[in-house]
């Protein structure tokens, strides 16, 4: 074998947490070749991996469970230079608790993989706290959900660049490949926490797209009558060709509709509402608002979900507000120029995702000092992960790649037009679903936010009369150079509106 073979630098990795997602890493590790020690806090989940392996004719390396932590951590001694540890630990305090279990067994060199979905600034806290006794916390966004985690997720690295450059040959074996290059789906984001940062925001991506293909699907559903085999149909058209075209979401959406019964063959499908895991979606959102970046699809599409998981106060709250349910639309109306639009309509709001959500990156990085590369987070996005959208990806990698400082993605020409030309349809899709009632939360955002985004006579200018009306926080003067356009900051001009 070479020297710098991943399989030679880490014959033994140990996996902390083996639920849906750390039960799956395992495995994969283990059928790349590598021996894997595994332990939970939980003990049953330990058995049933090795249940599972003794069943599994995949497996190449060994895989060796673990109840005791201790036991746990030094089955990794003499197996290579230094240990290396993947976490699948839930985020906070859980992850913290582990640590402090293996503190005392791990030595200076050794490396820590967080794959968990973890606040940014922890990891950046916990980084400092391993650094004081040599040993390396990286922080490792995994996209892709447990299926990927088996068969190959996206990564988002970040942390010292020495540690990285150790376990990168690793990840590289282990990431998704871009079917169209076999490029893995891996890149060292950066230093500190810009790992999971990326991840959070990839995670704030996902709920915009979301919710605007489940206000698709209703519109379809509720709006046109279609029944689930028709709009899979049209799911699968749309992600056969044109602008949602490779995109992951729509699908598996397709797919889900055909499904005609459940696990216990009931034939009747079951009603889902989501619960209230909301975690790096609510981050992102705060950090929108902190770096003064417009997420509003994302933010609308995160709301509808808390009230989808308040399903107690919401039962209450409906009999007393008895707001009217989605009804037929108009049945006059060109069904097939209604699906075309509906189309336009969800790929605006996804692209506005996308937009939103690199802007967010871009700012971050600039505050942060990371040197993010875009289109190398494009790059990681191409398979393994949830946001998945070929076609956007291929205008928008070329002119973010090469660390190009874009902080304004509408300031890219093919985006702006494809924008541009979405948006008659987007309008349209809203009024109609206004009129009908449906719901379209994420959707109608979208089309507030390009106008807003790109509007030169927002009412805001009333809003700032106001507010120097009441608290003298001054304005800024159209026209006037160095104040139009000017700072993000309290202009210089007050009027005395009523004298105190």
């Known amino acids: 074998m070479p020297p710098n073979n991943p399989l030679q630098t880490f014959p033994r990795i140990g996996v902390v947490g083996a639920g849906s997602m750390g039960s799956m890493m395992t495995f994969a590790f283990s059928e790349l070749g590598l021996d894997v020690s595994v332990w939970d806090v939980d003990k049953s989940n330990v058995d049933k991996v090795l249940t599972w392996a003794k069943d599994s004719p995949d497996v190449k390396g060994k895989i060796e469970g673990f109840y005791n932590i201790t036991e746990f951590t030094k089955s990794l001694d003499g197996k290579g230079d230094r240990k290396l540890f993947i976490f699948s630990v839930t985020h906070g305090h859980p992850a913290d608790s582990v640590l402090n279990m293996m503190k005392a067994d791990l030595r200076s060199g050794d490396i820590i993989l967080d794959g968990g979905n973890e606040n940014y600034r922890r990891t950046e806290r916990r980084q400092k706290e391993c650094e004081a006794i040599g040993v390396n916390w990286i922080g490792m966004g995994v996209s892709g959900g447990y299926q990927s985690a088996r068969r190959g997720p996206s990564l988002s690295p970040s942390g010292d660049t020495k540690a990285l450059n150790l376990v990168m040959p690793l990840l590289e ?7 169209k290059t076999g490029t893995p789906c891996v890149t060292r984001i950066g230093p500190g926490g810009s790992g999971h940062f990326v991840k959070m925001v990839h995670n704030g991506i996902e709920g915009g797209m979301l919710s605007a293909l489940a206000e698709a699907w209703s519109y379809l559903h509720f709006g046109l009558g279609m029944d689930y085999d028709q709009i899979a ?10 602008e949602l075209q490779g995109n992951f979401l729509i699908s598996i959406g397709a797919d889900m509709l055909r499904k005609k019964k459940t696990p216990k063959g009931d034939h009747n499908g079951e009603e889902l509402d989501d619960d209230d895991t909301e975690g790096t979606p609510l981050w992102a959102l705060m ?28 039962a209450q709250v409906s009999q007393k507000l008895q707001m009217p349910t989605p009804r037929p639309i108009d049945k006059s109306r060109d069904r097939k120029a209604e699906v075309e639009k509906l189309r336009l309509a969800v790929y605006s709001s996804f692209l506005s995702s996308f937009c939103q959500g690199l802007e967010l990156i871009s700012r971050a990085s600039d505050d942060e000092s990371w040197d993010i590369d875009l289109g190398k987070c494009l790059q990681i996005w191409r398979a393994g992960c949830i946001i998945q959208s070929d076609y ?10 090469h660390k190009k400082r874009v902080t304004n993605m509408k300031f890219v020409d093919q985006v702006s037009k494809e924008l541009h030309k979405s948006f008659g349809a987007l309008k349209e899709i809203v009024i109609q679903g206004t009129l009908s009632d449906q719901y379209m939360p994420a959707i109608a955002a979208t089309l507030e936010y390009l106008k807003y985004a790109g509007g030169m006579s927002l009412p805001t200018k ?17 026209g006037v150079p160095g104040e139009d356009p000017g700072p993000v900051s309290k202009g210089p001009h007050h009027y005395e509106w009523k004298v105190a």
Request: glycine share 6%; with cysteine.
């Open 233 to 242: 149909e049209i799911f699968a058209q749309w992600n056969s060709s044109g």
């Open 173 to 179: 074996l282990y990431a998704a490949k871009d079917p």
């Open 462 to 478: 009333f809003m700032e009369g106001q507010m120097d009306y009441f608290g003298a926080h001054c304005y800024n003067k159209p």
């Open 287 to 314: 950090e929108s608002a902190a770096r003064h970046v417009s997420c509003p699809t994302l933010g609308a599409a995160h709301y509808m979900r808390i009230a989808s998981g308040n399903r107690a106060e919401r």
């Open 392 to 401: 956007i990806a291929d205008m928008l990698q070329p002119p973010l790649s």
